[in-house]
């Protein structure tokens, strides 16, 4: 049952996007060295989402550990979503982000797995986390 | 502590399945996606058979995207585990929309090296002597989904009597058909309620057109993908699609946000609608008027539609007078072979109604022969 792998090009990046057509946004640790109080971030964006964030489909930012404000908590997907919609979303926010969550139809994987098994919004992020966003709401 | 598969409860579990709840690991989640669109294959049949016959050509709607990225990938593994005996191909549409169509286009070039089947590539250009961004020229940018939508289905109609098929696969998942079961009850539209849910359709003059990812979620497909690192194409087309259509999109990923099932479920409510006698008597008058020639001009069939499409652009009407011949026109009947076979010899007595369209057979057949 292992045949099929070995007819795909390691290459791809099953997301929706070809690296020709998407170079990589510099990484943050490109433009300065992450701070103790930071989390490095992984972010990929699949399913056409990419156009949104500055048409490139992956980014590294570095994110506060801990929320700004009175009522700090340690940075989850929640702060996360709030982060990106007020940094990193280049156009029509809608298309990303509802209420203060994803909008419905953008599958989240945390490190690979689907965040619906890591406590969504709640889960709390760690040093080097890889998040992908997937939207499903267009193309066939 | 890590999540463990409820399958084989011992690798990490990375999914979540939708319709199930069920929690399993990558390698049972393809096991568990493969076997159920098996399922669908097997037993899918109006009467409960397999849809495939051996030895049947079969081809695979491929658009680049991801629903026709994965059904080329997975049928192509499952013809093989189980001897189908299928002699696959990939047959593509080139609407002519630059930049938008030339990407997937390539797209699907790297899936035929990569799955080692044949691919047809036919042209709006090369069947009716229109590409849609002259279209789109022409009647502006609003509505020309429509073109796009009566065109394409004949087209893979056409290419695929070119290429001698028997049968069209096409990349539809269970939210394409539910939302296509919405559209239909918001349209009005209840007669196309049970075809639209059926895995196989065919009728006298069309091509077998089946859905082998009826059961299968857009989000399995999309996980599928990833997971496989499979090489698909996705970007919004250039050209605004049908906001009706648009909206109940979009409620229906707020339904299954809620309540995943709701997928299932509307689709099971299409299935089990059934007309009463005197809705079926009146929807089998609209057919007889429909292929009544003295009414074709009143209620064209599809292929009508089409050619009445394409003389509004060869005649340069102005953009209101091909709006309202769309808006007539609607969208082409599920299933319906909308324009002669490929290898069928023309009928000129048909009269001008089909000039546009007959004149791009000619084309077409001088061409390809
Ligand atoms: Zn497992
Ligand atoms: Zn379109």
Known sequence: ?140 | MPTLCSICTTARALVKRPKTGQQVCKQCFFDVFEEEVHITITQGAQGGGSIFERGEKVAIGASGGKDSTVLAHVLTVLNRRYDYGLDLYLLSIDEGIKGYRDDSLETVKQNQAEYGLPLKILSYDELYGWTMDKVVDQVGKRNNCTFCGVFRRQALDRGAAGLGVDHIVTGHNADDIAETVLMNILRGDVARLQRCTAVTTQSEDTIKRSKPFKYAYEKEIVMYAYFKKLTYFSTECIYSPEAYRGYARVFLKDLEAVRPSAIVDIIRSGESFVLDQATQRSMKAMRRFRTSPARANLQKPASAKACALLQGLESGLDRAAVRTTQMAGGEAPEGQRSIPMFERKLRVADGNATEGIERAVQRVEIKTE
């Open chain 1, 1 to 140: 049952m292992a045949q099929p792998e070995t007819l795909v090009p390691a290459s791809t990046s099953g997301l929706g996007y070809t690296s020709g057509s998407a170079p990589a946004a510099s990484p943050a640790s490109a433009v300065r060295t992450r701070t103790a109080d930071e989390l490095e971030i992984r972010l990929e964006f699949g399913g056409g989402l990419h156009l949104i964030f500055s048409q490139q489909p992956k980014h590294t930012i570095f994110l506060p550990r801990t929320t700004p404000g009175a009522d700090a908590r340690p940075a989850d997907i929640r702060y996360l979503i709030a982060y990106m919609k007020d940094n990193l979303v280049s156009e029509r926010e809608d298309m990303f982000v509802d209420g203060e969550g994803v909008r419905p139809g953008i599958l989240v994987l945390i490190n690979d797995a689907d965040w619906e098994l890591e406590g969504e919004l709640d889960y709390v992020l760690q040093d080097r986390d890889e998040i992908v966003f997937i939207s499903t709401l267009h193309g066939g």
